[in-house]
């Protein structure tokens, strides 16, 4: 069983940066590849960015890859997503999520065994 604790979400002005956390509170986050998901209003859970267990990194074709940098700390637990340069289409609930390989991660919601429970983003214009 893995519980995962997001923080670290608010309200930004576009332009701006957030870095989120995502806290491995029961498991062990060096057992798992790691991703973060987010989901807009109106809209379906889309992938963001993920992390294998041995740091290799996968981000969501678009405007996110350059902007998101996505790091973990498996001696604190704890996985990163570092979002610069704001835009208001990044407003959404951003959930950070675990699976046994970031293959899975990047699947998509259907191949996740582990979500948190989501951290709000909001970004204004």
């Known amino acids: 069983q893995v519980q995962l604790v997001e923080s670290g979400g608010g309200l930004v002005q576009a332009g701006g940066s957030l870095r989120l956390s995502c806290a491995v509170s029961e498991g062990t986050l060096s057992n798992y590849a790691i991703g973060w998901f987010r989901q807009g209003p109106g809209k379906e859970r889309e992938f963001v960015a993920g992390m294998s267990r041995g740091g290799g990194n996968a981000y969501r074709e678009g405007s996110v890859k350059g902007r998101f940098t996505i790091s973990r700390d498996n001696a604190k637990n704890t996985v990163y997503l570092q979002m610069n340069s704001l835009e208001p289409e990044d407003t959404a609930v951003y959930c950070c999520?675990?699976?046994?390989?970031?293959?899975?991660?990047?699947?998509?919601?259907?191949?996740?065994?582990?979500w948190g429970q989501g951290t709000r983003v909001t970004v204004s214009s």
């Open positions: 999520a675990a699976a046994p390989r970031l293959n899975d991660i990047v699947k998509g919601p259907q191949s996740i065994d582990y």
